[in-house]
């Protein structure tokens, strides 16, 4: 937790992403593994209490941590809007879904899809090529670049090298490199 903090202190953003990762968290999915536990969608559906009960328990938990935050990323980047009126009602400032991330406050989006590459034991080099020239062209446009990075994709050779190269080709192309709580500081971006 200590590593966390010195982070968070250095600028780091911490993000809430979700409150319940056992493997069955609605109750509704029957017997899955830990390797579909990724998978799960807890936010997706949620309307405004549900979603709301979650955040107030997890924000419980952040807080006795020393962690608090008013970020959100869902679990499979997938926010139901019962989940984003939820969350400004608990106050959270950013909330980043697949497709854009919503500054609850001024109700300002910035669009910009999630780049990154599957889950799983192989990825296909196709997968790792498709990350790099998405990240070329978005960049190109200007408009929002967003690099999804789970930690086991560094320690494989070729994923970390793609993810690499697409951080490179981003700010080759003049993106700047910028945290979900920093956006709110930029004009929104269109894509």
């Given at each position: 937790?200590?590593?966390?903090?010195?982070?968070?202190?250095?600028?780091?953003?911490?993000?809430?992403?979700?409150y319940?990762?056992?493997?069955?968290?609605?109750?509704?999915?029957?017997?899955?593994?830990?390797?579909?536990?990724?998978r799960r969608?807890?936010?997706?559906?949620?309307?405004?209490?549900?979603?709301?009960?979650?955040?107030?328990?997890?924000?419980?938990?952040?807080?006795?941590?020393?962690?608090?935050?008013?970020?959100?990323?869902?679990?499979?980047?997938?926010?139901?809007?019962?989940t984003?009126?939820?969350?400004?009602?608990?106050?959270?400032?950013?909330?980043?879904?697949?497709?854009?991330?919503?500054?609850?406050?001024?109700?300002?989006?910035?669009?910009?899809?999630?780049?990154?590459?599957?889950?799983?034991?192989?990825?296909?080099?196709?997968?790792?090529?498709?990350?790099?020239?998405?990240?070329?062209?978005?960049?190109?446009?200007?408009?929002?670049?967003?690099?999804?990075?789970?930690?086991?994709?560094?320690?494989?050779g070729?994923?970390?090298?793609?993810?690499?190269?697409?951080?490179?080709?981003?700010?080759?192309?003049?993106?700047?490199?910028?945290?979900?709580l920093?956006?709110?500081?930029?004009?929104?971006?269109?894509?």
């Amino acid at each position: 937790m200590r590593w966390l903090r010195q982070r968070r202190d250095h600028g780091d953003a911490v993000l809430m992403h979700g409150y319940d990762h056992t493997a069955d968290p609605l109750g509704a999915w029957g017997s899955y593994t830990v390797t579909t536990l990724r998978r799960r969608a807890e936010f997706a559906t949620l309307p405004a209490h549900e979603a709301g009960l979650r955040l107030h328990a997890a924000n419980i938990l952040l807080e006795r941590l020393d962690l608090c935050t008013d970020a959100f990323v869902p679990p499979r980047w997938l926010a139901s809007p019962g989940t984003r009126r939820a969350l400004q009602n608990h106050g959270y400032r950013v909330c980043a879904d697949a497709t854009a991330v919503h500054e609850l406050r001024s109700n300002q989006v910035y669009r910009g899809r999630v780049l990154g590459l599957a889950h799983g034991e192989r990825v296909d080099p196709l997968w790792c090529r498709a990350m790099v020239l998405g990240a070329a062209r978005t960049a190109r446009r200007g408009a929002l670049v967003r690099i999804a990075v789970d930690a086991a994709d560094l320690a494989r050779g070729g994923r970390r090298a793609a993810l690499l190269d697409a951080v490179d080709i981003a700010l080759h192309h003049g993106a700047h490199p910028s945290t979900y709580l920093q956006l709110g500081a930029q004009p929104a971006l269109a894509a």
